[in-house]
Nanobody, 119 residues
Framework: QVQLVESGGGLVQAGGSLRLSCAAS????????ISWFRQAPGKEREFVAS????????SYSDSVKGRFTISRDSAKNTVYLQMNSLKPEDTAVYYC????????????WGQGTQVTVSP
């Protein structure tokens, strides 16, 4: 089993920054890839960014590329999402999710953290 705990959400003005954290515990072999997703009210959940273990391979959605940076501290089993130049349309509940190296779907999800960007 894997437990994922997100933190760092909050209220920020447009143009501001926030850093989200996703702390993983448990069977770390199942956290080869950790990703951030978000879901705004009335919308489907969407992919934001992902990172593979060992620092190899990051991926971003077009909507956040150039503004968000995903990073990983393997010693702390924590993944970060640095969010800069935030826009009101970034308002959503942000979730981190984990999957193993051979998994095609994410087996583990955190409880989510709210990010609200005011105009």
């Amino acid at each position: 089993q894997v437990q994922l705990v997100e933190s760092g959400g909050g209220l920020v003005q447009a143009g501001g920054s926030l850093r989200l954290s996703c702390a993983a515990s448990g069977r770390t072999s199942s956290t080869y890839t950790i990703s951030w997703f978000r879901q705004a009210p009335g919308k489907e959940r969407e992919f934001v960014a992902s990172i593979m273990r060992g620092g190899g391979g990051t991926s971003y959605s077009d909507s956040v590329k150039g503004r968000f940076t995903i990073s990983r501290d393997s010693a702390k089993n924590t993944v970060y999402l640095q969010m800069n130049s935030l826009k009101p349309e970034d308002t959503a509940v942000y979730y981190c999710a984990a999957r193993g190296p051979f998994d095609t779907q994410y087996s583990y999800w955190g409880q989510g953290t709210q990010v609200t960007v005011s105009p």
